[in-house]
């Protein structure tokens, strides 16, 4: 019997590849993604087509309110989003104050009202350095929290927490996946930017992969 599993699915390339690595693992797949008042809300509309698509049973949660309580992100604020590499300080603004957190804890609960035994979602290496909650001590203490918050344990998958971008994407590559279903640019425009922190890690993932990505760019 399969197992079932929910997937924290954005629309992006990281989780867009960790869903078909649960799939592939041969898992019972549910998929939850979260409207947290992102400009880039777009990306949601990548994932309800991909999940169509594979009949993935898929839900959109509207939890934009939590942006009356988190302020300060260029992500959900009137903020200029800024251009440029992870690396650089400029890019802290569009850490949004404890969302994976939040997104976690949400998914864990719908984990448990499933019945499901884990919960995957796509923190990695590239993250490290400007996002908290994506780091292995942040993991480690969430799995640790999740085995005693409930009367089922809910353990917390992160396949790729040591991996780069450019990792992620071989490991995709590998299985065939079509990232022209995805969406990343944080601008949320017809065509992405190119120059947004998640445009320029987006690219130089392809370019190590020597490989061309299927999205245009302005």
């Known amino acids: 019997m399969m197992a079932k599993v929910v997937v924290i699915y954005s629309g992006g390339m990281d989780s867009f590849t960790v869903l078909h690595r649960a799939i592939q693992d041969g898992h019972d797949v549910h998929a939850i993604s979260f409207n947290y008042g992102q400009r880039h809300v777009k990306e949601l509309d990548y994932a309800r087509s991909v999940c169509r698509e594979h009949g993935i ?11 009356e309580l988190l302020a300060g ?12 590499h992870y690396e650089e300080e400029s890019m802290k603004s569009t850490v949004v104050p404890n969302r994976n957190m939040i997104l976690l804890s949400l998914a864990i609960g ?6 499901a035994s884990a ?3 796509g923190a990695h290496s590239g993250d490290h350095a400007i996002y908290p909650d994506c780091r292995p001590e942040f993991v480690q203490k969430m799995q640790a929290v999740s ?10 998958e992160v396949p ?8 992620i994407l071989a ?4 299985m065939g996946l079509d990232y022209s279903q995805t ?12 120059h947004c922190g998640a445009c320029v890690e987006r690219l130089e993932a392809f370019a190590a992969n020597n490989t061309q990505d299927p999205l245009s760019y302005l």
Do not use: R
């Open 57 to 67: 049973p898929h839900k959109v949660v509207d939890i934009s309110a939590i942006n």
């Open 73 to 84: 992100s260029s992500l959900t604020d009137d903020i200029e989003i800024p251009e440029g």
């Open 110 to 115: 719908y984990a448990v009202s499933l019945e």
């Open 119 to 121: 919960v995957y979602y």
């Open 147 to 156: 085995a005693i918050a409930n009367y089922e344990p809910i353990s917390i």
């Open 160 to 167: 790729f927490l040591h991996d780069d971008k450019a990792q």
């Open 171 to 174: 490991a995709g590559l590998a």
């Open 183 to 194: 969406w990343t640019c944080y601008k949320g425009l017809e065509q992405a930017c190119g």
